[in-house]
């Protein structure tokens, strides 16, 4: 699992859904505990596809890839 930052300090990363094998990119804001969906993403079937959404995401943005 990768996972990214921006130069806000956000962090990015691909997590499950709740009660289902669906998966989906999520954010976390510096400070905070908790992780959100990213609006503009999809929920995907597979781990590997939205891992490969945030990795488009992240080249186009320029996200540095972190270990957190």
């Avoid at 954010?27 to 908790?34: F, M, N, R």
């Avoid at 939205?50 to 943005?61: E, G, H």
């Amino acid at each position: 699992m990768k996972t990214y930052v921006d130069n806000r300090g956000w962090k990015y990363r691909v997590m499950g859904g709740i009660g289902g094998d669906v998966y989906k990119a999520r954010y976390q804001k510096p400070g905070k505990s908790g992780w959100k969906c990213l609006r503009n993403m999809e929920w995907r079937k597979s781990f590997d596809e939205a891992q490969s959404d945030l990795n488009a995401m992240a080249k186009l943005k320029k996200w540095n890839e972190c270990d957190f």
